[in-house]
């Protein structure tokens, strides 16, 4: 394969604690404009830019919430001042026992009052457990979103976090603890579908996993190892840490992990088998030995993905099977089209869900929900955005 893959992102994480004024802001910008100058150089298509940065409510704790929301819009004008379209404020932890969750109204108030700025909240993690009391408030979040921002679209930059350590490049998981470093997102998904492509008869024939595994684990070693070795030499220059590459096969549209997954000869996604692909594709993202970090795994966002959201369309899919599929891959549930009148109960159900799941098997997990407004199960979503693509409502409480 000659075609150089996309990047989806390059993502700077900053050691700097909150509040950030305009000169680190700029210097940020210069370091990523610098890194992406080389990776163009070099002959990549780069999507994107992030910043990354620490956990603004531990940065600032003793802030009231009206400074914080005050600074939150300051730094949103700087941010637009320098260019930067894209910019995570980190986690709140809110599995922590202590960790008061009236405070949690505040994550809503950022999000609404700022276009580019990412949030997300811990629900659980491996040293505190699963916080059950702060599944409610955090569905509060997500309803607000839904009905407080365009189209709901404040929830695209928002997430429940299980067990998700920092140092992911991919929004809005991001957060960052330590140097400041240098990190890397695939869009990955064509890597996978033209080497399947190629390997499709021979895995078809056999239904091997090893054959998917290998097939797949030396495709990314191949289109990956050179943006190893770029971004760690940028990283070099630039006195960061190279903070490594997630070779998670983001999916954007047309570009399906879903036409990957379905070359496998099991069928449509959904189909008997389907489970099984997603482990062999996962044991090839795990077992590279590049440097790797963030989720790592198989993302199926349903409406980042149009062959995914026709399958879901289809009915081939649900809920409760993404659900599943997380239990051997990637992000939890990512970007589910919901009633806009879905109740906060029910929200607060699959958020523990997704929790319960990454405590159990001690791994990242992320639910990312979409409460559409003004939609009914069995509408359609008619989002403008050129991020998401359209399919059907679905609650959770219908499917079978």
């Known amino acids: 394969m000659s075609k150089r893959p996309l990047i989806r992102t390059l993502t700077l994480g900053l050691a700097d604690p909150h509040p950030l004024d305009g000169k680190v802001i700029v210097h940020a910008q210069k370091l990523l404009q610098q890194a992406l100058a080389h990776y163009n150089d070099a002959g990549y298509q780069v999507q994107t830019v992030r910043l990354s940065t620490r956990p603004l409510f531990e940065d600032l704790v003793d802030w009231s919430p009206s400074a914080i929301l005050a600074y939150a819009q300051e730094l949103q004008g700087m941010l637009d001042d320098a260019g930067i379209e894209y910019c995570s404020l980190g986690t709140v932890f809110a599995a922590q026992p202590a960790f008061p969750l009236e405070r949690l109204e505040l994550v809503a108030d950022l999000l609404v ?8 909240v811990h629900l659980a993690s491996a040293e505190h457990g699963l916080r059950f009391e702060a599944a409610l408030p955090i569905a509060h979040i997500i309803q607000r979103l839904a009905h407080e921002t365009a189209e709901g679209f404040g929830n695209f930059r928002f997430a429940m976090l299980a067990c998700v350590a920092p140092g992911s490049p991919f929004f809005p998981a991001a957060y960052h603890a330590g140097p400041s470093s240098l ?12 080497c399947l492509r190629v390997a499709s008869a021979d895995i078809a024939h056999s239904l091997d996993h090893a054959l998917i595994t290998e097939s797949v684990r030396a495709a990314l070693v191949e289109q990956a190892t050179p943006i190893v070795t770029l971004g760690q030499e940028i990283a070099r220059t630039q006195s960061l840490h190279f903070g490594g590459i997630d070779l998670s096969p983001a999916p954007m549209a047309e570009d399906s992990i879903v036409t990957a997954m379905e070359l496998c000869g099991y069928g449509p996604i959904g189909s008997p088998g389907t489970l099984a692909v997603a482990s062999a594709l996962t044991a090839a993202l795990k077992s590279t030995a590049l440097p790797t ?7 199926l966002p349903v409406l980042e993905d149009t062959v995914l959201g026709q399958r879901w369309e289809e009915g081939r899919v ?3 099977q993404l659900l599943l599929y997380s239990a051997v891959c990637g992000t939890g549930l990512d970007t589910i089209p919901l009633p806009g009148a879905c109740p906060a109960p029910t929200i607060a159900h699959l958020l523990l869900d997704v929790a319960a799941l990454a405590l159990r098997y001690q791994k990242p997990l992320s639910a990312r929900l979409f409460p559409v407004p003004g939609r009914q199960a069995g509408e359609y979503t008619t989002f403008t955005s050129p991020y998401l693509s359209n399919t059907r409502v679905s609650p959770y409480e219908d499917e079978k």
């Open 113 to 120: 009052a700022t276009k580019t700025l990412s949030m997300t």
């Open 183 to 194: 990190s890397v997102g695939l869009q990955g998904a064509s890597i996978l579908t033209d």
């Open 293 to 299: 970090c963030g989720y790592n795994g198989l993302m």
């Open 318 to 320: 649900s809920t409760h």
